[in-house]
């Protein structure tokens, strides 16, 4: 089981509508979650960190989190053309002192 | 802002030269990381400092180097560069070593062995 894993879609969306992007973790012990947006060709860019359970906004951008369930989810709402690009998932293991990032899932916006 | 600078964008060597990528960060952060990104892969981290001359292996540090002579310094070397180096590698930088700090990434060196 990989230690973080992510839908590589691609997700497709209308313009306007709510993206949804979910993220699963296999470290328990785990303590801190963050988004990173990654267009084509350049480097991850952090929109978002979330540490303790429940919703966390910032503009458009909700990060929630289910420890006990082991998920870390991003809702993207109304969905606009400039947000398509990849999305990694991090997570940071205490004790490894290390960030894991999943694959990342495609988000295509459309007009 | 965080600025993590990268020395190149694009990088074209050959089978066996030794490669050197620099990375300069100007916000006194503590560490410092070298990942590389491959397609379906994601991003694996290759070797990451947390102080000066200090540096811990990462997941795949086979066939690299690192030197940290410098706080804002952190430079990766390929010994003897192979095909299987071609990659696209990125630089982050965070401030502490603390759970709560997030990596703050560099614009990526697109690296081309032949």
């Known amino acids: 089981q990989k230690e973080v894993e992510q839908n590589s879609g691609p997700l497709s969306v209308p313009e306007g509508a709510i993206a949804s992007l979910n993220c699963t973790y296999s470290?328990?012990?785990?303590?801190?979650f963050f988004w990173y947006r990654q267009y084509s060709g350049k480097s991850p860019e952090l929109i978002m960190s979330?540490?303790?359970?429940g919703d966390k906004e910032d503009g458009r951008f909700t990060a929630q989190l289910n420890k006990a369930s082991q998920y870390v989810s991003l809702l993207i709402r109304d969905s606009q053309p400039s947000d398509s690009a990849t999305y990694l998932c991090?997570?940071?293991?205490?004790?490894?002192?290390?960030?894991?990032f999943g694959t990342g899932t495609q988000l295509k916006v459309e007009l | 802002d965080v600025k993590v600078t990268q020395s190149s964008r694009y990088l074209v060597k050959r089978t066996g030269e030794k490669v050197f990528l620099e990375c300069v960060q100007d916000?006194?952060?503590?560490?410092m990381f070298w990942y590389r990104q491959d397609p379906g892969l994601g991003l694996r981290l290759i070797y990451f400092?947390?102080?000066?001359?200090?540096?811990e292996k990462g997941d795949i540090p086979e066939g690299y180097s690192v030197s940290r002579e410098k706080k804002e310094r952190f430079s990766l070397i390929l010994e003897s560069a192979s095909t299987n180096q071609t990659s696209m590698y990125l630089c982050?930088?965070?401030?502490?070593?603390?759970?709560?700090?997030?990596?703050?990434f560099g614009d990526g060196t697109r690296l081309s062995i032949l």
């Open positions: 991090a997570v940071f293991t205490g004790g490894g002192n290390k960030l894991t």
């Open positions: 982050a930088s965070s401030l502490r070593v603390e759970y709560i700090q997030p990596q703050h």
């Open positions: 400092s947390y102080d000066v001359k200090m540096k």
């Open positions: 979330i540490y303790s359970n």
């Open positions: 916000m006194d952060h503590e560490n």
């Open positions: 470290d328990r012990v785990s303590q801190s």
